[in-house]
């Protein structure tokens, strides 16, 4: 059980290259996150997915795109890398809603992925 | 006023000692509440989860005020190991959206 991966750990793009990150999860979960972390900003929500087959934005989502084509797999797109795109990624899934009363809002961390757009 | 609101720290504090953090939020139709706890270069991992006043576990203890609208953590007898970032994690507006604040940084020396 390896609960939440993301590929690849590191990546060095130039500015208006494209990429796309994975996130995988073995755990069956219905909801996926992608976020960003910038220091001294904590994470933000790029876009979520609250089952296979839909997106919705985050609080950052411009510039990056996303797919959930399968329950298990989360991807985020940078059609045209930007500088101020360069960030460390993460992605995260939860069983159910979060913060659900009475429900574990537990969101499962990937270990990130480290961008850097020059 | 942000949705969710930490002091940075860092807090520096001898091995053994008391410390808490507050954490602020502005949606009061919020219901549940969580605190990460973040290594530094590592990913968030659930500490606590509050959802109705408060919550303990071993040497932490999260508190929730709803009428003041802040949550806090304390953690007794402090471990050089309990040195990291600490996240409040709060849903925002009427959904179940996480919002993270940007976190506290605690400090255990010796």
């Known amino acids: 059980n390896a609960g939440v991966t993301q590929t690849p750990k590191f990546r060095v793009l130039k500015t208006g290259q494209s990429m796309t990150l994975l996130c995988a999860q073995d755990m069956n979960h219905e909801y996926m996150y992608w976020y960003r972390q910038d220091p001294g900003m904590g994470l933000r929500l790029i876009h979520y997915?609250?089952?296979?087959?839909?997106?919705a934005k985050g609080e950052v989502p411009d510039g990056y795109n996303v797919s959930r084509l399968k329950k298990q797999n989360f991807l985020l797109g940078l059609e045209s890398a930007a500088p101020s795109q360069t960030s460390v990624y993460f992605c995260a899934s939860s069983r159910g809603p979060f913060g659900l009363a009475g429900e574990r809002g537990e969101q499962y961390f990937g270990p990130g992925t480290r961008l850097t757009v020059t | 006023r942000k949705e969710v609101e930490q002091d940075p720290g860092p807090f520096n504090v001898p091995e053994g000692a008391t410390v808490a953090f507050n954490c602020t939020y502005s949606?009061?139709?919020?219901?549940?509440f969580f605190w990460y706890r973040q290594d530094c270069r590592k990913e968030p991992k659930l500490l606590m989860s509050v959802y109705s006043s408060g919550n303990e576990d071993g040497r932490f203890t999260a508190q929730l005020n709803r009428a003041s609208q802040y949550i806090s953590l304390l953690i007794r007898d402090s471990k050089l190991s309990d040195s990291a970032t600490y996240l409040c994690?709060?849903?925002?507006?009427?959904?179940?959206?996480?919002?993270f604040g940007r976190g506290t940084s605690l400090i255990v020396h010796p």
């Open positions: 949606n009061s139709a919020s219901q549940s």
């Open positions: 994690v709060v849903p925002s507006g009427g959904s179940y959206i996480p919002t």
């Open positions: 997915s609250v089952g296979e087959g839909t997106t």
